[in-house]
């Protein structure tokens, strides 16, 4: 899409009826005015909606790579145009509790559109005791557990589940340090007795 030229768009500013009143029956003035209309009203249109561009439910889809850059954001050309927006629009939030669990379920729950549940391998703990037992050593496995969101869950439902997508998410936020694996649940855990 385009907005450096729009036939036939008006401009809600004339230049021709801001010239002095010598101008006004001036055929030759009214008709250069004209062509000058024609080429400043998409920019004074883009102008006027400003707003609108800087607001990711409303800019025009082409402009929404520009405004992913503004918050660091890559946002998949082959994801639909709506999934794009809400990324965009949440990816603030997102990088808040980027390297968290809590996280790493939301961008699940944005992008793949799953629920999930994220179990790591480090371990800490304290005790009031002394000689308290360690934690166990960590696994280096990163364990994603996800399932299908269901319909009455506040968002459309998921017929399946791309793991494949899951996993490039889940590996894109992992630590380097550590090995992802994506398990894929019928349901959320406690229903599957897991």
């Given at each position: 899409?385009?907005?450096?030229?729009v036939?036939g768009?008006?401009?809600?500013?004339?230049?021709?009826?801001?010239l002095?009143?010598?101008?006004a029956d001036?055929?030759?003035a009214?008709?250069?005015?004209?062509?000058?209309?024609?080429v400043?009203?998409?920019v004074?249109?883009?102008l006027?909606?400003?707003p609108?561009?800087?607001?990711?439910?409303?800019?025009?889809?082409?402009?929404?790579?520009?405004?992913?850059?503004?918050?660091?954001?890559?946002?998949?050309?082959?994801?639909?145009?709506?999934?794009?927006?809400?990324?965009?629009?949440?990816?603030?939030?997102?990088?808040?509790?980027?390297?968290?669990?809590?996280?790493l379920?939301?961008?699940?729950r944005?992008v793949?559109?799953?629920?999930?549940?994220v179990?790591?391998?480090?371990?800490?703990?304290?005790?009031?005791e002394?000689?308290?037992?360690?934690?166990?050593?960590?696994?280096?496995?990163?364990?994603?557990r996800?399932?299908?969101?269901?319909?009455g869950?506040g968002?459309?439902?998921v017929?399946?589940?791309?793991?494949?997508?899951?996993?490039?998410?889940?590996?894109?936020?992992?630590?380097?340090?550590?090995?992802?694996?994506?398990?894929?649940?019928?349901?959320?855990?406690?229903?599957?007795?897991?």
């Amino acid at each position: 899409m385009t907005r450096a030229a729009v036939p036939g768009l008006p401009s809600r500013y004339p230049i021709g009826e801001l010239l002095p009143a010598l101008y006004a029956d001036d055929d030759l003035a009214q008709r250069f005015t004209a062509g000058l209309d024609t080429v400043l009203a998409p920019v004074l249109s883009t102008l006027d909606n400003l707003p609108a561009y800087v607001d990711p439910a409303l800019a025009p889809a082409d402009f929404l790579p520009w405004l992913a850059s503004w918050v660091g954001l890559e946002a998949d050309p082959a994801w639909p145009v709506e999934l794009r927006r809400a990324v965009v629009a949440h990816a603030v939030e997102l990088h808040r509790w980027r390297g968290t669990r809590r996280g790493l379920v939301e961008r699940l729950r944005l992008v793949c559109g799953v629920h999930a549940e994220v179990r790591d391998g480090g371990g800490a703990t304290w005790s009031a005791e002394p000689g308290a037992a360690l934690p166990p050593p960590p696994t280096g496995e990163l364990l994603v557990r996800v399932w299908p969101v269901r319909a009455g869950d506040g968002v459309d439902a998921v017929d399946a589940v791309d793991a494949h997508r899951v996993l490039e998410v889940a590996t894109a936020a992992c630590p380097v340090h550590l090995t992802c694996r994506v398990e894929v649940l019928p349901g959320p855990p406690e229903e599957t007795g897991d």
